[in-house]
């Protein structure tokens, strides 16, 4: 797929600006703080309806505005789409193709596939289990933008499940020795926790299938880039084990963990059995990347997750999606550089946001578009 242009309008620091993609490859080179991060910002809006700097819409239309737009025209196998978000400071987005307005937000995702690394990913090792989760979530969105729909459905189930474990709890602490206990809200947490194994089951059995595909490709990748002389192992830690890819004995195996915590649930007031607990575990060599990895070696291992990214969502959508570098190029040696060069080449559309043109090889500047951003505007260099 090939992003041909973006249309910003009051969106971030861009009041309206109009970019033409040119070549394979753009480099967006600017000081800090001129709108670089801001415009890749608005392509991954457009990816997966989700920032990964910022959850309000209001945040995102340009200050004193009250309505910010995102327009993109696109060329896919299929055919040229053309796609639209327009962001409320007060009130609800909503989203467009081909101009014509869309009644689910849902139909909109999977148009654009972008695969994003930023500086942040670099994270992704040493960061919290909720970092890793989001990135399994972001990729399987991208697979099957149905999944933002189940998981979206698990966080309600969830949250309603959470408000009644803490009535019971209140319930309880109030308790006078002789008081007589309502049976209700024990009845509806059975409900709760039927639905919750159902919708929780649909994540995790997800969560399970698309590391079994990522992982043998990002482990190929981080033997590449080490020259053979590293195994990575990518493997998931559900918080509700799976033996089997089976709706029904995932489901089981959920209602006995919650039969089993049920009493620390109620002591606590939240939900301790379920995906939002899940996490993944790295290891290099055998032995955990988090507590052991030097820089250099989570550095080769985030590069191999984005490349397994890649290719998985190319092999999944048909077509090679956009790679989106926010600021994280001059943060690679040489040649690891030269790696993602040698994987991407033209295949992959590119964008590249840097403070400095000078850490790139030159083999990457004479096939690029080169763009100056500064406070919001943009002006073609090369
Ligand atoms: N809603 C908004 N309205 C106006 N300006 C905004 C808004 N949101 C962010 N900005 C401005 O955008 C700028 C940040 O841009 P961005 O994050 O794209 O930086 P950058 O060019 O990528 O720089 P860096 O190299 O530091 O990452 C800041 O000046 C910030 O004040």
Redesign the pocket.
Known sequence: MYLKCLKLRQF??YRDCLVNFEAPKTILV?N???????LLEAVELLSTLKSHRSGRDR?????DASMGQIQALLERAYGSVELGLTLRSQGRRTVALNRESLRRQLDFLGILNAVQFSSLDLDLVRGSPERRRNWLDSILTQLEPIYAYILQQYNQVLRQRNALLKTIRKQEEERTPEGVISKQPQTELALWDAQLATAGSRVTRRRARVLQRLAPLAQSWHSSISGKTELLEVTYAPNVNLEKDDPEAVQQAFLDKLHHRRFPEQRQGITLVGPHRDDVEFTINQTPARSYGSQGQQRTLVLALKLAELKLIEEVVGEPPLLLLD?VLAELDPNRQNQLLDAIQDRFQTLI?T?HLGAFDAQWLNSSQILS?QAGQIHTLA
Not at 32 to 38: C, D, R, T, V
């Open positions: 971030r620091n600017g800090n703080a001129q709108g670089k991060s801001n945040e995102m239309v340009l200050e600021d946001t403070t951003v």
